[in-house]
């Protein structure tokens, strides 16, 4: 089965099988932001954003992107530059072993595609499916918070 879509900014035509899943091919295809972890959609380490929305890759069937954008951390910042919320985790000590980063991250930057000022609530709740066991949650919050008046000043 042939699909098409748009892959960090590129178009893309593949072939596929019906079973095949969207973290099985970005790994294929020399992504390493996507993390594997559980396999069954509760860790948030393969996370990226669909139609600017955060899924858990492994939890994707590529049948079912035909006409979708997907976007991992390879698409973020460009020329070198950090993203803004990449930029923040790494001043406010966010990251540890990094693991977890990228869906975090990716789970951010959906809450901020679809509100341009969360309250920590929010930030919270989109943090809530990312499982994190060396930085918790304290720093990445305090980092989303901080990106924000950042971006203020």
Known sequence: MEIR?????????????KSQTLFDY???????SVKYGCDDGRCG??????????????LILMHT???????TIENFGGNRELHPLQKQ??????????????????????LNRENQNPNED??????AGN???CTGY???ILAAKSTKEHENE
């Open 65 to 71: 992107l035909n006409g979708k954008t997907v976007e």
């Open 122 to 127: 929010e930030i919270k709740d989109a943090l």
């Open 26 to 32: 970005l790994r294929n295809s020399g992504i390493k």
């Open 89 to 110: 985790f790494i001043d406010e000590g966010a990251i540890q072993c990094g693991y977890c980063t990228p869906g975090m991250l990716i789970s951010l930057e959906a």
């Open 131 to 133: 499982l994190c066991r």
């Open 5 to 17: 879509f748009t892959l960090n900014s590129i178009e893309q035509s593949i072939e596929i099988t």
């Open 138 to 140: 304290v720093k990445p």
């Open 45 to 58: 380490a393969c996370a990226v954003l669909i139609d600017n929305k955060a899924f858990n890759s492994c």
